[in-house]
């Protein structure tokens, strides 16, 4: 019944203390969330609504990644994401939690992310009365002499209780008898101490020994005891107890004393003689295990020896009991209380942790960002625990202080770019005020993630590129490079050629086509110099980034000209196309007389345009000679009677290309007598009359008013035709500024089209044939009229035309 009653006031006291933690839980210091519950509560009780508290929304929590950081190594609580409610995680035994403490506080560390956040919450543990006091050993002995008079006081064993407060023990019974009282004596932190008072003089023939019951009661509601036995042995004649010199013992001892140090002697005196009055000395009955690890004594000289380590982060101060005892046989004894006050050192450096980090950080972040937030601790106290925390070296980044003591938040103080440094190893010193003065270092490595903050650059710009006609059509041709700053994604880069509508697509965009991935660029066809002999187009060079950077560059394409087109000859050229032709000429003309001029023309340009004239085959080689240079045919000396009157010359005509490509003309040269000449000289070009010596003068005054009528009529044409506007050019020719010698400019019609001829001066009456590729000039055909010769004095490029 009893061990009933026991546990329904336990669950009584359990309500009780529950009540109280929701009256008090949401009670707030400073900046500090404080929440209280009382220890064996079971596991998922609630502790209280951190989200609440905060003022957080919930669906905030989980985006935020909120968390609990405890300070030591046992977690005894989480948080619900989901409600923000803060749970037992398990069962805690305060005793365990806060050995020695009167007030057990557990600090936890909320963690909100995005942007970092960190709040303190602190649960105080109520102690309940779950312990029951108890004696180190269920008996004990005492030995008192009977000489001794009544007023002795002996310290008893004191019983410990893991409670504290009023949980621990408060008071001390001793079962009833005729020759002892009890008293208590309060320490303090030390707990009460129980002594025993001798009230009257012991008579050992009356009774050898006295059994006492002490009890021990603590102060909860209902209270709980424990028990333990004391026998007193009466002793004969040992009168005088041992007497310290001194009322009060205290000294100062710095901490990490060397093992052996001597820190006090203590010294007492025993009137007695013999062994009754030699005194050895001892550590009390009461010492606890700590200090007995931590201090020894010396039983014959009373020094107090450090045997340990001291460390004032784990005790500030000490007392010691030393007991002095004599070597009676029945042994005196006095306690006495010696105070030991550490002294602090600066034997602690400080300890950094990193709370909470982003490893990467966008080269793009404002300033003021947080990277991370860092905690410092120093077991030391005072200055020496002081601490003060910087980079060592220069960094975009400064350590900015919190509202919490040593809680430290490192942001960026400059603009950071990762295409300059990409990984920062930063190094954070924590030095504190103690002299000398200790520090730490705790290097931590942030790296910038890249954003697209750089365009495409190309290896040139502009590019210019030099391609030789007939190309092999889909055979890369040239490349184009662009490279990006940026890494990844923003650095990979996409290649395309700019079409716009603007430019000439028939130039180059129907022809070429770009690899994207690489900027090597093909032409779909070949090209021909002499269609096209330069052009330009853009490419663009765009990243993968979001939003995606770009770039372009001019591509300057000039086209090299190759020997493959064969020399055409214009003059001479039959009515079906073939490069033969009849000339008459007088049986008297003297030498040096000009027989015709064999005119050609060749597409190509520089050397593989240069025409040179030669003789290959000739029936007299003492009778004509061949300028190779203007392909004039003129008499080498005068003919004679025996002269043959037809004389047949075919002429080579081959340019100066790496592999000279050529053509033949056949000239028919036959002698006529003068007469004859002079009769098919009105059809001749005016630019021969002046070779004719032996024309009488009336033929000069017709043919002189032919060619003023001529001149008329062709001056007409040309003011005709200027006031038309035309826009047809050479199909063989390009450009117009060409600076070579002055040729004729030909225009005819075939069909629906008009066609333009460019070539040497050629006499008047000259004509094309339509069909004749429009490059080719024929003998002159008497059916013809002269409105055809058009426009006189085209510049051209010497190369090009070979001109008289």
């Not at 950081?69 to 005894?76: A, D, H, N, P, R």
Request: aromatic share 6%; hydrophobic share 35%; net charge negative.
């Amino acid at each position: 019944m009893e061990q009933k009653r026991h546990g329904a006031s336990r669950e009584q006291w359990l309500g009780i203390a529950f009540i109280v933690l929701l009256i008090l839980q949401w009670s707030r210091a400073s900046a500090q969330i404080r929440y209280s519950i009382a220890e064996e509560v079971k596991e998922g009780t609630v502790v209280g609504n951190i989200a609440k508290d905060l003022g957080l929304e919930m669906n905030a929590l989980k985006e935020r990644g909120c968390r609990i950081v405890e300070g030591s190594t046992e977690s005894f609580f989480h948080v619900n994401q989901n409600d923000g409610i803060l749970y037992v995680d398990r069962i805690i035994d305060r005793e365990k939690a806060c050995e020695r403490s009167s007030v057990c506080l557990i600090n936890l560390k909320t963690v909100l992310e995005n942007p970092l956040e960190i709040h303190y919450v602190t649960v105080e543990v109520l102690d309940v009365n779950d312990h029951s006091p108890s004696f180190s050993t269920k008996e004990s002995r005492l030995e008192i002499s009977e000489s001794v008079l009544p007023g002795l006081r002996l310290q008893l064993q004191a019983a410990h209780d893991p409670d504290v407060g009023q949980l621990s023990v408060q008071e001390y019974k001793l079962s009833p008898n005729d020759h002892f009282r009890l008293e208590v004596k309060d320490r303090g932190k030390d707990g009460k101490i129980p002594i025993l008072v001798l009230l009257k003089t012991l008579d050992r023939e009356t009774k050898k020994s006295h059994k006492l019951l002490l009890t021990a009661i603590d102060g909860g509601k209902p209270s709980k005891s424990g028990t333990t036995q004391l026998f007193v042995d009466v002793l004969d004649v040992n009168d005088n107890m041992p007497v310290f010199n001194e009322e009060t013992y205290s000294v100062r001892l710095e901490e990490n004393a060397p093992v052996g140090t001597t820190i006090i002697q203590v010294n007492a005196s025993d009137l007695d003689e013999g062994s009754n009055g030699e005194i050895i000395y001892s550590l009390g009955k009461n010492v606890n295990s700590r200090i007995r690890e931590l201090f020894r004594v010396d039983s014959n000289t009373g020094e107090i020896i450090v045997q340990d380590l001291i460390d004032f982060e784990s005790e500030e101060s000490y007392e010691i009991d030393i007991q002095a005892s004599d070597k009676g046989s029945a042994p005196l004894r006095t306690d006495k209380s010696v105070s030991v006050n550490i002294v602090d050192l600066n034997d602690n450096t400080p300890q950094i942790e990193v709370t909470s980090f982003s490893r990467a950080i966008p080269e793009d972040a404002r300033l003021g960002t947080t990277v991370a937030l860092i905690s410092v601790l120093d077991k030391d106290s005072g200055l020496n625990g002081k601490v003060i925390c910087s980079f060592n070296e220069d960094v975009p980044f400064t350590l900015s202080p919190s509202t919490q003591d040593n809680m430290y938040s490192i942001v960026t103080k400059s603009p950071l770019d990762r295409e300059k440094q990409s990984i920062y190893d930063v190094t954070i010193v924590a030095k504190d005020a103690g002299v000398p003065s200790l520090s730490s270092e705790k290097s931590i490595t942030i790296v910038i993630s890249d954003v697209n903050d750089n365009s495409p650059e190309f290896s040139a710009s502009p590019y210019t590129y030099y391609v030789t006609e007939n190309n092999s059509p889909g055979a890369s041709l040239f490349s184009v490079r662009a490279s990006d700053h940026d890494e990844g994604h923003n650095s990979r880069i996409l290649y395309h050629i700019l079409r716009d509508g603007k430019e000439n697509t028939k130039m180059h965009s129907f022809n070429l086509n770009i690899n994207s991935d690489n900027g090597d660029i093909m032409a779909l066809k070949s090209f021909d110099f002499e269609t096209l002999k330069t052009f330009h187009f853009h490419v663009v060079a765009s990243d993968s980034g979001t939003p995606s950077l770009s770039s372009n560059v001019t591509v300057n394409v000039f086209i090299l000209d190759q020997n493959d087109n064969t020399p055409v000859i214009l003059y001479p050229l039959s009515s079906n196309g073939s490069a033969e032709g009849v000339e008459e000429i007088p049986r008297n003309v003297n030498a040096g007389h000009l027989v015709t001029k064999v005119r050609a023309y060749d597409a190509d340009i520089g050397y593989n345009g240069w025409l040179l004239f030669s003789l290959q085959e000739v029936t007299d080689h003492s009778l004509f000679g061949l300028d190779r240079y203007t392909g004039q045919i003129r008499t080498l000396r005068s003919f004679t009677e025996t002269d043959e009157a037809e004389h047949k010359l075919v002429i080579l005509v081959k340019d100066n290309g790496n592999v000279s490509l050529s053509a033949t003309a056949t000239v028919i040269v036959k002698l006529v007598e003068p007469k004859e000449a002079f009769a098919a000289s009105d059809v001749k070009s005016p630019a021969k009359a002046d070779e004719e010596n032996n024309v009488t003068f009336y033929l000069m005054i017709t043919l002189g008013s032919v060619s003023a009528l001529f001149l008329i009529s062709i001056i007409v044409l040309i003011a005709m035709q200027c006031s038309k506007s035309t826009d047809y050019t050479s199909k063989y020719l390009q450009e117009t500024n060409y600076d070579g010698t002055l040729c004729h400019s030909i225009q005819y019609r075939s069909g629906d089209k008009r066609y333009m001829l460019v070539g040497p001066r050629m006499s008047i009456g000259s004509t094309i044939v339509p069909g004749s590729h429009a490059n080719t000039l024929v003998l002159p055909d008497r059916r013809r009229t002269s409105e055809e010769c058009l426009r006189v004095g085209y510049t051209v490029r010497p190369y090009y035309v070979q001109s008289g």
